[in-house]
């Protein structure tokens, strides 16, 4: 007689409860309970757009349940390595999407999530391919508008917070008018950007972005305002008209 039992067409991610019996010889059975068990979850599938939301410490990604129960579990893991080695960082949830958080700004992430089922067995990965986090605005250094002349000036600024990595392009804006409808534009690796071509006694308003590896940028941030120097007056050439009194 066989002593296993094959059974199909079940769902996933179920607790199944067996027992198994004998008969006697007027077929009636002697039943014994034998321990529960689950089916795996399925594998999680893939959903367009995975990742949904960026800012420059976190990324939220979604994936399809692909069958699974509501109770699901299902865990997505980030790494900055493509292979999921080194610091991996998680989030366990029961949605379909999560977000985590503490990441660097302008950093590649590569996504990974796979489902847990209810006797804590891994389903396959499902990989979730990779994106980026954004760049931090910049804010203004200790000194903003530093040197100041007649016609140009610069502006100083920090990489932001959390600090971006040193191949950041930033992008810095300078205009009469607060609500920059009209503007001079800046764009630099560098921390500080210098503009010419300005009025004299003059006030500027600055902002300051920053673009991702992906071209993608940030909010602007207000970096304050100056005032461009007046102009020097000018005197005569030659003095006349000098004489002494008695």
């Given at each position: 007689l066989d002593s296993t039992l094959t059974v199909s067409g079940l769902n996933p991610d179920t607790t199944y409860f067996f027992r198994v019996g004998s008969l006697n010889w007027n077929s009636a059975p002697n039943y014994t309970t034998l321990p529960d068990t689950s089916t795996l979850a399925n594998t999680p599938n893939f959903v367009l757009p995975s990742y949904t939301a960026a800012t420059n410490t976190a990324l939220n990604a979604e994936w399809g349940s692909n069958g699974n129960p509501s109770s699901a579990i299902y865990e997505l893991d980030l790494s900055t390595a493509s292979n999921f080695t080194g610091t991996i960082l998680s989030s366990v949830t029961l949605n379909s999407s999560a977000t985590i958080s503490?990441?660097?700004?302008?950093t590649t992430y590569y996504g990974r999530v796979f489902a847990e089922n209810n006797d804590e067995v891994n389903s396959a990965f499902l990989s979730?391919?990779?994106?980026?986090t954004l760049a931090s605005s910049p804010l203004g250094a200790a000194v903003?508008?530093?040197p100041v002349f007649v016609s140009s000036l610069t502006a100083n600024y920090t990489s932001g917070t959390p600090s971006?990595?040193?191949?950041?392009?930033y992008d810095i804006q300078l205009s009469t008018d607060p609500a920059f409808s009209v503007f001079f534009d800046s764009?630099?690796?560098?921390?500080?950007?210098?503009f010419t071509g300005l009025s004299p006694n003059t006030t500027y308003y600055a902002q300051g972005a920053a673009f991702n590896s992906l071209g993608t940028e940030s909010a602007f941030n207000s970096l304050s305002d100056s005032a461009t120097l007046a102009v020097s007056p000018v005197g005569p050439g030659t003095f006349s008209g000098i004489g002494s009194s008695e």
């Open positions: 503490g990441l660097n700004p302008n979730l391919g990779s994106t980026m903003i508008f530093n971006n990595p040193a191949n950041t392009l764009q630099t690796q560098n921390l500080s950007a210098s």
